[in-house]
């Protein structure tokens, strides 16, 4: 591809619109075998297209149809000199190996023909992609509905169950579109997007090219574009973790959630003394946290689980606005259970859960602001100071 990338670089610096490359069938026959000894699929073993076009120029290739000996053999009949580059005797380079060795010995012991037989095999098998391509391009627009659009995320139930040949090549398409690409990603890639969909692995991701961050939750598999490192090499995980917590973020406001996520050592203390002494409202701007703490009902202008109603008696001490922490509990009417196994019951996604926001009395959870609404809270007593919580999500 990166000589492809040449060729367009040079058409467009001459004003081209086209650049004919001089492939011929020996060559195909050298890439089929170099692609089949690096475990190529169908779309490899196809070798090379006579013509493509290639981010808008098109590559022809005229000698696609003749062999090596064809053209010597017009240029000894009209008596042209050529020259043929040292490297190609190079026996360091694989292709070269195959074309002074492995070749050769195919013709001698198995078959004569063998250039003809890899060039014939090469056409059937276009055609047959040529024809999946097509069903692929189908079931494409009708699964997803894309329409033209980028898709950021693909829900793992409309391909499951496809076969494995059809999910490949959809993923294939998915991930060339996503990343602009005129070609395909590597095998390795597209097999780790595939045990992303087939096993039930939520949590999972899968980095392509260090440019884009699949991630599987619970139904979909999310993508976001990665911001590749002034310096080569791998991503800190740190940054990762990152990505992958605003992607979710953002996928689950596309759903219509809403959740409030805040740094993982995030912890602020309200003492029990300052809850009593409120008269009508107090403002709380913690880090960019907007919180307001109110003696009256707010009138109900926004979602209930941005909402909760505080009871002052009965707390001991204080309360506090803080991320989870080991031996959290959370009561709800059916009874108490862990905070871990309320969120992932809830299915939340688990880059999400250091994060979460909570209001804690001792390592009693009394309230998820976005997952656990007031209403499925323990109903409020009657008697007593409430403290009416207000967060802006």
Same mark, same amino acid.
């Given at each position: ?26 060559? +195909?026959?050298?890439?089929? $075998?170099?692609? !089949? %000894? #690096? ?5 490899? =073993?196809?070798?090379?297209? /006579? ?110 169950? +496809?076969?494995?040949?059809? $999910?490949?090549? !959809? %993923? #294939? ?5 996503? =990343?602009?690409?005129?070609? /395909? ?209």
């Amino acid at each position: 591809m990166l000589r492809y990338q040449t060729f367009v670089r040079v058409a467009r610096r001459i004003n081209a619109d086209a650049v004919a490359v001089a492939h011929h069938k020996n060559d +195909l026959a050298e890439t089929i $075998l170099l692609q !089949l %000894l #690096r475990g190529s699929g169908r779309s490899g =073993l196809i070798g090379f297209a /006579p013509r493509i076009l290639y981010e808008g120029i098109r590559i022809v290739r005229p000698f696609y149809d003749i062999s090596r000996e064809q053209i010597l053999q017009f240029l000894k009949a009209i008596h042209c000199e050529y020259r043929i580059d040292s490297s190609n005797e190079d026996r360091r380079y694989l292709r070269n190996r195959i074309r002074l060795e492995l070749i050769p010995m195919l013709a001698s012991r198995y078959n004569p023909n063998i250039i003809e037989t890899l060039h014939r095999t090469a056409e059937l098998l276009a055609d047959e992609d040529a024809y999946l391509d097509k069903i692929t391009a189908h079931l494409y627009e009708t699964l997803f509905n894309s329409k033209g659009v980028r898709l950021t995320l693909i829900p793992v139930e409309y391909l499951d169950n +496809l076969p494995v040949a059809l $999910l490949r090549r !959809l %993923l #294939r398409r998915w991930i060339m579109v996503l =990343l602009q690409h005129s070609h /395909p990603p590597s095998m390795a890639d597209i097999e780790s997007v595939v045990y992303l969909i087939k096993h039930n692995v939520p949590g999972k991701y899968h980095l392509v090219e260090n440019r884009l961050l699949l991630y599987r939750d619970y139904s979909h598999v999310l993508a976001s574009e990665v911001q590749r490192p002034k310096k080569s090499g791998r991503i800190p995980q740190k940054k990762i973790n990152a990505l992958i917590r605003q992607t979710l973020l953002n996928h689950l406001a596309q759903l219509g959630y809403t959740f409030i996520s805040v740094s993982e050592d995030f912890r602020f203390s309200l003492p029990l003394k300052e809850l009593k002494h409120i008269k009508r409202k107090k403002v709380l701007n913690l880090s960019g946290l907007h919180c307001t703490l109110r003696t009256k009902k707010p009138v109900q202008k926004k979602s209930r689980r941005f909402i909760y109603p505080l009871t002052i008696e009965g707390l001991s001490d204080s309360v506090e606005l803080r991320t989870p922490a080991k031996g959290d509990v959370i009561t709800l009417r059916g009874g108490t259970k862990s905070l871990s196994r309320y969120l992932v019951d809830r299915k939340i996604p688990s880059p999400l859960r250091p994060t979460l926001l909570l209001l804690c009395h001792r390592n009693r959870v009394l309230w998820i602001p976005g997952v656990t609404p007031s209403k499925s809270l323990p109903p409020v007593p009657k008697k007593g100071k409430i403290i009416y919580f207000e967060l802006q999500p």
